[in-house]
């Protein structure tokens, strides 16, 4: 009770006992006039009418100020019940932290808010008691009226909501909400708790478990966990399948565990275990485990002891890899290694390793044999400087440099080598280029072979071959000389001799007569005509003596008309200037006998009916070219080889051709007839003749 309503009460008592003072004394003074005794005004033995009325009244006043009293204490017990109620309604309420709404449970209006409740959505009281619980529920109105119902009737009283603040956020909330009387209202208290971090928090740990589900399968791993003090042991999904089974059919054991590792490994793994489990730490380990159908797969494991507060080991974790791929790559990477140092080892070539700057970083066996060198005398030292000799070294580094900086295609370098014991060598080395996985150059490799009795058996082939050469020009010298030779003894010995007789012959039918001399004389004339036709066609095949006193051009037009008249070839010789370039005598005859071979191979394989001779000068070189319109030829050269057409005739003349830095040319389709084409250099100095 406040001090000031004790004062108001003492004062209200001080007056009730005063004015009761007051009228006993008057009693008391109306009663002494009757003479009775103070015992007897006491006990009111004798009252006087006007006593009695006095102590009536008085009783009267008393009741009255003890009702009043009365009524003035039950009404200050009313208002002290009411402020405690509402100071009760204040901090539950209004000053509560958590966020808190009085909602009309059929409406769904706002009824009040706490201050929680404001500051969480942003409004101001006013703001936020104006709208619909319906507003700031993404639901809406129509999708809270079913909530409002089961929170009424008391089916539901936990939610889970998504409100809208003011600012347009939206929130995930969880709503604890019962139904209260407000003053004959009912109304729902609803408390709700703003939940949003902790569902990010649920839902980033539920995508990085996803995540570690999905990683242990692409990666092959999995973990289990084993409680050493309860027994009890977890393995994850994937885990449970590297071990041959499904998460769900089996249920873990250490025993269950060690049964799945192979027979062979499980005491180890067991005895690892053990280890852990009485000094902590960690280890890695390898083994196999067998799958319920049979298969043994490979598995690598990192285990890991958990100490309690007591600093024992309680608990122990295995992550679990499958590197049974891996093992069997690892493998045949080892047998593909083993057979690649088989290959470089005993391969009859040396081999390099060479880094851009030209550091040697490795060689086999056969290069080492090659230079004469030990390993430590060309491991880590510039290429350059293993060549021995510093010409050398220095063209090979100029080389280097230069492909560094280029990056040319690769081909072969050839050079010499001055071994450890001074021997000269000749190499050959076929390069390519060493890339990373970027595409960027970072060495080169190289095969190293000793070409020197290869080089030497070429030179001798060249050697060989120019002698051939130099052989068949003096046999071609020779031949044309013999030619001669036969021609001027048929000219001069047979030819004169047969001449003679035909002269006597006709001296003799002059002086003598009779008819069987005649026709004997007649007879021989025509023999010995004959044989001079023959003696002198004979001396045209082997060297006509008009190609020696008239000219190249002069001859291949009477060869043409020997081959229309001989052999029925219609042949035509077209000169594209009518003099004809000073040739020396063995060219003269290599071409003329080169185009007789060719009309001889036209009238014998072409099945043509004609045949064009062209005597071309262009750039300083005299063309012959013969075309013919038969049935043509593949120009395959390895398809030629083997036509008749292709044998010892044309090889004679090719051969000729080279010697004189000659070559032939040519040109034909299977059935639009040929082409070949005689090409030699012309001399320095030109003359035309007249």
């Known amino acids: 009770m406040s001090q000031t309503r004790k004062s108001i009460y003492f004062l209200i008592f001080a007056a009730m006992f005063i004015w009761a003072a007051d009228a006993a004394i ?12 103070a015992q007897d005004l006491l006990y009111l033995s004798v009252p006087t009418n006007e006593v009695v009325e006095r102590l009536s009244a008085m009783t009267v006043f008393v009741l009255l100020g003890s009702v009043v009293v009365w009524l003035i204490h039950q009404h200050h017990r009313a208002e002290v019940a009411t402020g405690q109620s509402a100071r009760r309604y204040e901090m539950f309420f209004e000053r509560n932290r958590s966020v808190m709404l009085l909602i009309d449970a059929e409406t769904g209006q706002i009824a009040d808010a706490n201050q929680a409740a404001c500051k969480f959505y942003g409004f101001l009281h ?5 709208q619909n619980i319906g507003d700031i529920n993404v639901i809406g109105r129509d999708g809270i009226a079913d909530k409002l119902r089961e929170a009424r009737e008391g089916e539901t009283s936990f939610f889970q909501f998504r409100h809208q603040l003011a600012n347009g956020d939206i929130r995930d909330v969880e709503v604890h909400t019962g139904p209260i009387d407000d003053e004959g209202r009912l109304r729902l208290l609803s408390v709700i708790h703003d939940v949003t971090e902790r569902r990010h928090i649920q839902e980033a740990l539920e995508r990085s478990r996803t995540r570690l589900v999905e990683a242990e399968r692409v990666a092959s791993l999995g973990h289990w966990e084993m409680d050493l003090i309860t027994k009890e042991c977890f393995w994850s999904q994937q885990c449970a399948r590297l071990f041959g089974h499904e998460p769900e059919t089996v249920r873990l054991t250490q025993d269950f565990l060690l049964q799945c590792i192979h027979p062979e ?3 180890d793994v067991n005895r690892e275990i053990r280890r852990l489990a009485a000094e902590g730490g960690a280890s890695k380990l390898s083994h196999r485990v067998v799958w319920p159908n049979g298969e043994v797969r490979h598995m690598d494991v990192q285990l890991k002891a958990f100490e309690g507060s007591d600093g024992d080991v309680v608990r122990m974790m295995g992550a679990t890899m499958d590197v049974t791929d891996r093992r069997i790559v690892e493998e045949q990477l080892r047998r593909s290694e083993l057979q690649y140092r088989t290959l470089i080892e005993t391969v009859p070539l040396g081999i390099q390793q060479i880094g851009c700057d030209g550091t040697v970083e490795f060689c086999n066996a056969r290069f080492y044999e090659i230079v004469g060198y030990e390993p430590d005398g060309v491991i880590g030292r510039k290429v350059w400087d293993v060549v021995g000799d510093a010409t050398e070294g220095q063209r090979l580094r100029s080389h280097l440099e230069s492909v560094v900086c280029d990056q040319p295609e690769p081909h072969t370098y050839t050079g ?17 280029y060493r890339l990373d996985e970027d595409g960027e150059l970072i060495g080169f490799i190289a095969v190293v072979s000793d070409c020197t009795e290869r080089k030497r058996a070429e030179q001798a082939i060249m050697d060989y071959q120019s002698r051939l050469k130099d052989l068949a020009l003096q046999l071609s010298l ?10 001027s003894m048929l000219h001069d010995g047979i030819g004169q001799e047969l001449f003679a007789v035909k002269t006597n012959l006709g001296l003799m039918k002059r002086l003598r007569s009779g008819d069987e001399c005649d026709d004997l004389i007649a007879e021989t004339q025509q023999l010995v005509d004959k044989t001079l036709k023959d003696a002198r066609n004979l001396t045209f095949e082997l060297s006509p003596p ?3 006193e008239i000219g190249l051009v002069a001859a291949l037009r009477w060869l043409a008309r020997r081959f229309e ?17 000073e040739l020396d005598d063995a060219t003269r005859s290599m071409l003329y006998h080169g185009v007789r071979e060719l009309l001889f191979n036209v009238v014998k394989h072409a099945q ?3 045949a064009c001779v062209r005597v071309l000068a262009r750039e300083e070189v005299i063309r012959l070219e013969v075309e013919d319109d038969g049935v043509g030829f593949s120009d395959d050269p390895a398809a030629a080889s083997k036509s008749k057409s292709g044998g010892f005739g044309l090889f004679n003349i090719r051969e000729r051709l080279a010697s004189a830095a000659g070559h032939m040319e040519r040109e034909s389709q299977p059935g639009e007839g040929s082409k070949v084409a005689l090409v030699v250099p012309l001399a320095a100095e030109m003359a035309k003749e007249t």
């Open 478 to 487: 020779t031949e044309e000389r013999q030619r001669r030779r036969f021609a």
């Open 26 to 37: 008057d009693a008391v003074l109306l009663y002494s006039g009757t003479g009775k005794s």
């Open 608 to 610: 043509a009916s004609r």
């Open 546 to 548: 008009i190609l020696q």
């Open 126 to 130: 006013g703001e936020l008691t104006s």
């Open 265 to 267: 490994d499980r005491e």
């Open 565 to 581: 008249s001989a052999h029925g070839l219609r042949c035509r010789v077209e000169v594209e200037d009518p003099g004809v370039y």
């Open 416 to 432: 010499r080598n001055i071994r450890s014991d001074g021997q000269v060598i000749d190499i050959e080395v076929d390069w390519d």
